[in-house]
């Protein structure tokens, strides 16, 4: 079974640029989580989909993000302008509808300069 | 809000050693607790997942516990090898339909040959 797959898998931009990240989850899998990690840190969940439907995005800052789940298959989450805050490690997972366990993708890592 | 701390925050022992990790976690009304693993500069990987409904679970040399009244879990690795060096995160699920994981920030672990 193919794990979660992103790309990039690293990013550089200048700040103010806008930035796209594309997931795709374990083929089955229902649900589909973006989280954002800062050095040092665990992950913090930014939007969850049940199929294409977001049904958490209370975390995701939707001034500067924006993401969708078309077809509810491959997800892209996208910053627009990027500030340097945003720089952190862009995480995917994907579970079965109401299953329990989240598998997560290598991640991209986002700098901003 | 559910609360997630990680002691040690890093941790250097000889191999062959046996070692516990701690995880306290806030809010007992939990659905399951995860422990996840992550390489440097990659993702995580799911070790154990415990339900709540259970105390332990147990993978090789790893066993993972779960006391959801005292809101504790900890991972134990029996005969430590290098290879096991790497950052352990711990994730309770909320109970509900949100089934959103929380994060500790994670015990950095270096195995010693």
């Known amino acids: 079974e193919a794990g979660v797959v992103q790309s990039p898998r690293y990013k550089i931009i200048e700040k103010k640029q806008p930035v796209a990240f594309w997931c795709n989850p374990i083929s089955g899998h229902n649900t589909l989580y973006w989280y954002r990690q800062n050095l040092g840190q665990g992950p913090e969940l930014l939007i969850r989909y049940e199929n294409e439907e977001a049904v958490d995005d209370s975390q995701l800052p939707k001034d500067r993000f924006s993401a969708e789940r078309l077809k509810g298959v491959d997800s892209t989450l996208k910053i627009q302008p990027a500030e340097l805050g945003d720089s952190a490690v862009y995480l995917c997972a994907s579970s079965r509808q109401g299953g329990n366990e989240q598998f997560f993708g290598p991640g991209t890592r986002l700098t901003v300069l | 809000k559910q609360e997630v701390t990680q002691i040690p925050a890093a941790l250097s022992v000889p191999e062959g050693e046996n070692l516990v990790l701690n995880c306290s976690f806030t809010?007992?009304?939990?659905?399951?607790l995860q422990w996840f693993r992550q390489d440097p500069g990659k993702g995580l990987t799911s070790l154990l997942l415990i339900q709540s409904s259970q105390r332990e679970q147990t993978s090789g040399r790893l066993n993972a516990s779960l006391d959801k009244s005292s809101g504790r879990s900890t991972l134990y690795i029996a005969a430590s090898q290098p290879g096991d060096s790497a950052t352990y995160l711990c994730a309770p699920t909320v109970s509900g339909s949100a089934r959103q994981l929380t994060f500790g920030s994670g015990t950095q672990l270096t195995v010693l040959p």
């Open positions: 809010d007992s009304a939990i659905y399951n």
